[in-house]
């Protein structure tokens, strides 16, 4: 049967439609019920949605329904602020356009060389996903073409702004074709995006999706603290609820930094993620957060835009953010899909009125709770479970995951349950191990070979 949620009740094909089945795609989110039949219509659109909405299947089924697999010119460009979300995003691509044929996707990213990408784009593609600085240096190169483009998508549009990357999102917008579909789709949308980008757009249509979190989901409480006690006021929640994994969310990168000093003095497995660091610290940061090899990531709301992580217990406010909705995207990050989400907000006297403002803003009273109550839970110092082995080789070694799955289990008599993820990258490998057993591995490793081969290893953090 036919519902207003059901994709079938879009004029998509059936072809994407059997994909979405095979997907699990069931019903469309709120942003894709109010967005889709607009882009599907052709209409330029302004969104709000925050990460987790589904907006990237609300664009990519627009960019999929148009385009023609038999054309090898780029029809399609998304423009995204970090080199994660251009994966993630090419990703989802790549699964919805699947029904379609041969579809090349590729992503344009800086972190890495450009040659390879130059030779990549030689022999054509479809879609391109990348963000603002590499498209600029391929547009100075002459070595891309959007002159066959009849779709751009500016996401996490809000987040480019603060990054500073306003000039060169608006030189590759004015590189691509006058006439054609361009969507917008953003977590926030303040006066300075509506400004900055109405000069992107023609008569757009505008939608957005009520952000407010329902108040099952997501437990919240408010302490009232010393704007000085702040550090120790985090170690003091931390050492109560002892959450696997959390986001400790600073206005400034300043605090971030002192923050991650101060808990890592406290015994506890904290990084910082913010945006002085090099791309290749943030990986290096991404990776050991995802693969449990950090308790808690301490970051700024710019540098925590666009992070996709399952499974995050706990958001911590370490400061009050003076806008109620970045407020309520920050708390979003946890209790996703149907897991119960806890966040925890400090609160000095000055930041008061930025809670009242909360109060108003999600139409529900602030629980308070007084951090006094609160007593160390049992269990000793709180590591992480597992401790990231960095490894000189990746893809261009030909390393594959179950090379190294294989060395530690057959090889170093590790079990397969000891150890996580394993990331592989371009000349680098990851690979989580369960705390208590990472010497034996590394020592047994580190004097055989993987592959036939001896790589250098070392640990990302004390073990």
């Known amino acids: 049967m036919t519902t207003p949620l059901s994709f079938s009740s879009l004029p998509l094909s059936p072809a994407i439609l059997d ?73 989802e691509l790549r699964r919805l356009a699947r029904a379609i044929g041969n579809i090349k996707v590729l992503t344009l990213c800086g972190g890495t060389p450009i040659r390879p990408q130059i030779e990549s784009l030689k022999f054509g593609a479809h879609i391109i996903v990348g963000t603002p600085g590499r498209l600029m240096d391929h547009i100075e190169r002459d070595s891309v073409d959007f002159s066959g483009l009849n779709t751009l998508v500016l996401d996490e549009a809000d987040r480019m702004l603060d990054m500073g990357f306003y000039d060169d999102v608006a030189k590759v917008v004015g590189a691509c074709p006058g006439i054609r579909q361009t969507l917008l789709f953003s977590a926030t949308y303040a006066d300075d995006i509506r400004k900055a980008s109405a000069r992107f757009l023609n008569k757009p249509a505008e939608v957005k999706v009520e952000s407010v979190h329902d108040a099952g989901q997501i437990e919240q409480r408010f302490y009232e603290i010393d704007a000085d006690k702040r550090h120790s006021a985090v170690a003091q929640l931390l050492e109560h609820f002892r959450p696997d994994s959390t986001l400790a969310f600073c206005n400034t990168k300043a605090q971030c930094r002192e923050l991650e000093a101060y808990l890592e003095s406290r015994g506890f497995s904290a990084l910082a993620l913010h945006g002085d660091l090099e791309q290749r610290d943030r990986e290096d940061v991404l990776i050991q957060f995802s693969n449990r090899s950090c308790s808690v990531l301490v970051a700024t709301d710019v540098a925590a835009r666009g992070l996709d992580i399952d499974a995050l217990d706990a958001v911590i406010n370490v400061e009050i953010t003076p806008d109620p909705e970045v407020h309520i995207h920050r708390i979003g ?31 529900q009273a602030i629980v308070w709770s007084n951090l006094k109550s609160l007593k160390p839970a049992p269990g000793g110092r709180l590591r992480a479970p597992m401790v990231t082995l960095c490894i000189q080789g990746g893809k261009k070694d030909k390393l594959r995951p179950g090379d190294l799955l294989g060395a530690l289990t057959k090889d170093a008599g590790i079990a397969g349950a000891q150890i996580g993820k394993i990331n592989i990258l371009e000349f680098v490998s990851f690979v989580a191990l369960e705390r208590g057993i990472a010497r034996q591995a590394y020592a047994k490793l580190s004097s055989g070979s993987i592959k036939g081969r001896r790589f250098k290893m070392r640990f990302m953090a004390e073990v």
């Not at 609160?347 to 999600?362: F, L, P, S």
């Open 333 to 363: 990050r946890t209790g996703r899909g149907e897991a119960k989400g806890l966040a925890l907000s400090l609160c000095a006297g000055y930041e008061m009125r930025w809670v009242n403002q909360i109060e108003q803003y999600q139409g």
């Open 19 to 91: 994909n979405l089945g095979t997907l699990d795609y069931q019903a469309m989110t709120p942003i894709q019920a109010q967005s889709l039949p607009l882009i599907l219509a052709g209409q330029d659109l302004i969104a709000q949605a925050k990460t987790g909405s589904g907006k990237t299947a609300a664009f990519g089924l627009g960019i999929v329904h148009k385009l023609d697999a038999t054309a090898y010119r780029i029809q399609a460009l998304v423009l995204c602020p970090t080199r994660e979300l251009s994966e993630q995003v090419a990703n």
